[in-house]
């Protein structure tokens, strides 16, 4: 058995142990200390000043995120799960099990973690900027981010994605892709962030049945309705992010023009009507290349297909994005909650009745306190007949 294999296994032991201190945490804290993941909850409170309320960056259900500084001088964020949190500790074991062998430019970096009694806690690269929906959705931030920066976006986070679906130690679907999960560091890199909600994926399978965790106006009909879960969920919510970094529009509550139910779909009537530049935002006009921004439009309509297989996986949207295609299929009408989808057979898949419970924390290792954002679960056995709140900030009522 390698070292990395017997780091991994032992990782997520003492967070399940009952007793104070069992051979698990012993061993744990030995494999940490050779893999240079281990930090001492002494160093951790140096670093965050005792956890001082002016050091936290966000909270949602699992506890807090503050903010610290090594003796080194490394800016540290640090995730403090809540004793009371039990979803949260769900959540808390599967992002440091799923991070633990993890490593891109494009995906927030876990520097290690720290099991003391009963505090446990990760530990993160800093993020220096706002995550991306902080400066998307307000008009005083969106001015930053010009064209090229936004285009950079949009192909940093199609990496991120192409690595945790195929390059990483094993399929990883993400379940969360929004804005508010994309944190940008210094340099304006995208970084894919909140893994509470993420799933490994089987090799041989084309899709998992799942209870259905995610945030209104960024879950695929296929995953909303029928609790399919596969690669192409997150390729619709990257659609959705792609959409909007264009128009500097929140799709779950957008309300530009009254005929239309949501950005997707408005951004596909403007399309057909061969309008679609008119969906960019306005701040971009002096910034944009025509061309590109079509490419661009065009992969978030093909990326939020109703039908899974009519979307890309994300190696051919990288490929796209970084050289010009010489032909690209036509988008159909986007899916989304209340659009005809038909449900697939069963032939592949396999079902799985204890998937991560689906309470989306919306906060970010940045600089400003994240709102947590409300989300979507169900059990898919009530899947039926969703209907949303046409605010998109309440969860759904079955």
């Not at 804290?29 to 670093?47: D, G, R, T």
């Not at 192409?232 to 009254?258: C, H």
């Not at 239309?260 to 061969?274: D, G, T, V």
């Not at 059990?379 to 046409?390: A, E, G, V, Y």
Request: proline share 4%; with cysteine; charged share 25%.
């Amino acid at each position: 058995m390698t070292k990395s294999k017997r780091f991994f296994q032992n990782l997520i032991k003492p967070f399940t142990s009952n007793s104070s201190k069992d051979q698990n945490e012993v061993d744990l804290e030995k494999i940490a200390a050779q893999e240079q993941k281990q930090f001492s909850f002494e160093i951790l409170v140096a670093a965050t000043n005792n956890f001082h309320h002016t050091q936290k960056l966000g909270q949602g259900g699992f506890g807090s995120v503050y903010k610290g500084k090594l003796s080194d001088g490394r800016e540290i964020a640090v995730k403090k799960l809540a004793h009371s949190s039990l979803q949260g500790k769900k959540e808390f074991q599967n992002e440091a099990k799923l991070l633990a062998r993890v490593q891109h430019r494009n995906v927030v970096n876990l520097l290690g973690y720290c099991v003391h009694g009963a505090e446990k806690l990760l530990v993160y690269e800093y993020v220096a900027h706002e995550s991306l929906d902080k400066l998307l959705f307000k008009s005083d931030g969106r001015e930053i981010l010009n064209w090229k920066r936004r285009h950079d976006l949009i192909t940093g986070i199609a990496k991120g994605l192409l690595y945790l679906h195929e390059e990483a130690h094993c399929c990883i679907i993400h379940r969360d892709v929004k804005a508010s999960n994309i944190l940008l560091d210094d340099k304006w890199v995208p970084k894919i962030a909140d893994f509470g909600m993420a799933r490994l994926f089987p090799e041989d399978q084309t899709h998992v049945n799942t209870r259905v965790a995610g945030t209104n106006g960024y879950m695929a009909p296929e995953y909303l309705m029928h609790g399919n879960l596969s690669e192409k969920a997150d390729v619709f919510s990257f659609g959705v992010v792609v959409l909007e970094l264009i128009s500097g529009q929140k799709n779950s509550t957008f309300n530009r023009d009254p005929d239309s139910q949501n950005l997707l779909e408005w951004a596909y009537k403007l399309y057909k009507k061969q309008r679609s530049l008119e969906i960019m935002d306005p701040l971009l006009v002096s910034s944009v290349d025509p061309d590109q921004i079509s490419i661009c439009i065009q992969i978030g309509l093909l990326c939020v297909q109703p039908d899974p297989k009519s979307r890309p996986d994300m190696s051919r949207v990288v490929v796209i994005l970084s050289r010009k295609p010489s032909t690209l299929e036509e988008p159909t009408r986007p899916g989304y909650p209340g659009t005809r989808y038909r449900r697939s057979h069963r032939t592949s898949g396999s079902s799985s009745g204890t998937g991560t419970s689906g309470v989306s924390n919306s906060q970010s290792f940045s600089s400003t306190t994240h709102t947590q954002t409300a989300t979507l679960t169900a059990s898919t056995s009530s899947l039926t007949s969703p209907r949303l709140d046409p605010k998109g900030k309440r969860p759904m009522k079955y």
